[in-house]
């Protein structure tokens, strides 16, 4: 079952048993999957429909922050919800340990040394950990390692 059949399939659950919030997360993640099937043109695959899912985790997380700055914690923990709910479709999230491990074999593999090279590691590491990751997390730990 492709990810789009299954986000389908718990839209209908959630509609049978009446899970509002569960179907509005599921209905918006639908929403931008068919946004970007319209611009492209063309059916998403899994890998492309996990790319949109973490694209939406990550904007909810940036909320999170301003949310907190405005002290608006209602907002604070439905956005968090929401957050759960998406991760619910996304591949299990990789450690900080394996990152780290993911980085150094990168720089190994590109020779980078210094931090001008640090746009060569990221265009290298970012479509292997693409929705497993956040890309932040893995900017920190390249600069760290790069510095």
């Known amino acids: 079952m492709s ?5 389908l399939e718990d839209m209908k659950a959630a509609m ?14 639908r929403a931008a999957i068919k946004d970007k099937e319209i611009n492209e043109r063309k059916d998403l695959s899994d890998e ?8 939406l985790v990550k904007q909810n997380r940036d909320s999170i922050t ?5 002290g608006q914690e209602d907002k604070v923990e439905d956005l ?10 996304l591949p299990e999230q990789l450690s900080e340990e ?5 980085v150094e074999e990168v720089i190994a593999q590109t020779g980078a040394e210094s931090m001008r090279d640090m746009g060569k590691v990221m265009g290298a ?13 893995i900017s920190q730990l390249v600069k760290e390692r790069l510095a």
């Open 80 to 89: 968090k919800r929401e957050i759960g709910v998406l991760e619910d479709y």
């Open 3 to 7: 990810l789009q059949e299954r986000l």
């Open 98 to 102: 394996e990152l780290a491990e993911m």
């Open 125 to 137: 590491i970012m479509p292997e950990v693409t929705g497993r990751a956040d890309g932040n997390v």
């Open 16 to 29: 049978k048993s009446k899970d509002k919030e569960r179907l509005s997360v599921i209905r918006m993640a």
């Open 48 to 55: 492309e429909v996990i790319e949109v899912l973490a694209k």
């Open 66 to 70: 301003e949310f907190e700055k405005a």
